[in-house]
């Protein structure tokens, strides 16, 4: 079973993207915050962390507390074990295409969504294309072993 990450301070929302993950038969591992969620991070890269790891981080932008969305997927950038992840940001908040751009760039994000986000089957449709896509970079950077 695939597991995807959300971090997500609407309760609402997160309930409710952790059900269509499991109808969309995906385990789901949700964050109300930052601070939580690198937390997490820093379990798994030490190896206190045993269970099933993401394949994909579904991240709002700005959180409560002093961690946002961008130095969460900067922190995932970062490990060893979760630095391939496909990482989606999710906002209500109307950024340039200035500051989108440069959130992008400095994430390594994969997409940008807005709230409201999609419907249920376009919104499944979006993050398998962005995870399938993370996929093929990752098999594309993997060093040949021929010799």
Known sequence: MSTWMVVEDEPDIYEVLLAMFEM???EGVAFVDGEEAI????DVDTGRFKGELPELALLDIRLPGNVNGDAVAERLRLSPILGQVA????TAYRLSEEESGELMRKTDADKL???????????????????????????????????
Do not use: C, D
């Open 87 to 90: 990482i989606v940001f999710a």
């Open 39 to 42: 937390a997490w991070i820093e």
């Open 113 to 147: 969504l807005f709230k409201p986000l999609p419907r249920f089957n376009e919104l499944q449709k979006i993050l398998e294309e962005v995870l399938a896509e993370r996929r093929s970079k990752a098999t594309a950077q993997k060093p040949s072993n021929k010799g």
């Open 24 to 26: 969309w038969g995906i």
